[in-house]
């Protein structure tokens, strides 16, 4: 396991709340759909980004058909911040209606899209 990976474990079990012994917290606005976009974004990246992300580096590129997936999976219009107008985009989460969206949905998905360990890759879906 790399020093990268050990990493990446560590904030994914803080996240799933499986903080080490003795450490424990309690989110009261946490609830169900967070657990699932947190479960649908992880996944999501497993299978599209992390394959091809090295060679996405060296080419100093990522696919349009990255943002275009990113946008009909609600993901692009729930980085424009909370409570974003639904009018913008005929696209979101199925699971968290654009009113329901709130900073922990916005957090859990820049979360997940970092664990690539890529700034480049970071930078370019959601600040760039």
Known sequence: MTTRT???????RAIDNKWPPGLSFTLLSYNASHDAIRDEVRAWVEE?????????????????????????????PGLLGVKYP????????????????DHFHEF?????LSCTGSGGFVWNMIGG
């Open 6 to 12: 050990k990493d990446i474990d560590f904030q994914r």
């Open 48 to 76: 599209k980004i992390e394959p091809h992300l090295n060679d996405w580096e060296k080419q100093k590129f990522v696919p349009v058909e990255i943002y275009k997936e990113m946008d009909t999976r609600g993901y692009l």
């Open 86 to 101: 639904k009018e913008y985009t005929p696209y979101s989460v199925p699971f968290v209606p654009p009113e329901k969206w």
């Open 108 to 112: 859990l998905l820049t979360d997940e």
